[in-house]
């Protein structure tokens, strides 16, 4: 079984770590190719930083920081102090010091002309992740956002001011000249399972699938497509993804964000949409049939990813759902 995954950085993260702890206790000849988001990396300080792909590699490494929900385990920031004391960077963004030696490594690869998603596979054999991970593309395509007070790249906005300033929209710079990493849509069309990570559906998977040939791959693949909601009960479960939900005029629910991605086929007929079908939690069970009329098949399951086990759980029932 070959299964691909469209995921954002720490949503993205934890149910991959669900879904490789269940293929390889069940289906250990699957393997599992991961599609990332790279709308938010950024040259910072001279680094090519790529907070989405560093985030799924610390997770599946084992070597993330569970009690901050990001970054390395045992992370210093002596490095970071010193950039702030010479007045460069971002001072409300903290590269931490193990995090800068893999920016390091990214930054060297990138200048001696190597392409993303060759410095991604060199920098992530260090460890036995498990799972494939492919940039979404080589391209710089970073996503901005256009608010009252200007327009600025999405980590200013989340992180500096906390998604606070009313987004008028995102805009993926430089997205029109962009193309898929190589192996991306391939993954997608030779793929049985497509799953659609719980994770940002605007700048994390709006992103990605924005990458031409991407949602025209999503849509046309032979695979069952399965997406997992990353809102639960009409709330986001981690983060602040309702402010981009907002921006974009989609109702902060799994039933809106369904609608949002949209149903490959209405009663049998072809339709303009993505999935096959939908996980929402066991609290949004109400909105089965309205999921089903939409044309999806839905389920409702626990999904909250609480832990390895959980995540492993909900990745069970998503290999569930695609095979009903
Ligand atoms: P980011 O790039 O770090 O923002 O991470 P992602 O885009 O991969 O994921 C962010 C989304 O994950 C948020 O919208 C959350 O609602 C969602 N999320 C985080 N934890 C959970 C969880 O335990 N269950 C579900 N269903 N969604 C989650
Ligand atoms: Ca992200």
Sequence with gaps: MRITVLSGGVGGARFLRGLRS???????????????????????????VAPDLDSVMYTLAGENDEQRGWGRIGETERVSSELRAYGIGWPWFTLGDLDIGTHLTRSHYLRSGMPLSEATALITARWPLGVTLIPATDDEVETHVVTDQGTMHFQEWWTRHRASLPARSFVQQG???????????????????????????????GTILGIPGIRDA??????????????????VVRGMADACLSAIGVETSALAVAEHYGARSVGGLPSVGLLDA?????????SVPALEALG?????????????????????????????
């Design 175 to 205: 997205v029109d000249a962009a193309s898929p990493a190589p192996g991306v849509l391939e993954a997608i069309a030779e793929a049985d399972v497509v799953l659609i990570a719980p994770s940002n559906p605007v700048v994390s998977i």
């Design 296 to 324: 999806l098949r839905a389920a409702a399951v626990p999904l909250w990813m609480r832990d390895p086990a959980t995540s492993a759980q909900l990745a069970a029932d998503a290999l569930a759902l695609a095979r009903r």
């Design 218 to 235: 999503v849509a046309a693949t032979s695979a069952t497509v399965i997406g997992v909601s990353p809102i639960i009960a009409g709330a």
């Design 278 to 286: 939908w996980l929402v939690d066991e609290s949004d069970a109400a």
């Design 22 to 48: 269940f293929v390889q206790a069940e289906h250990p000849d699957a393997s599992i190719t991961a599609i990332v988001n790279t709308g938010d990396d950024m040259w910072l300080t001279g680094l090519r």
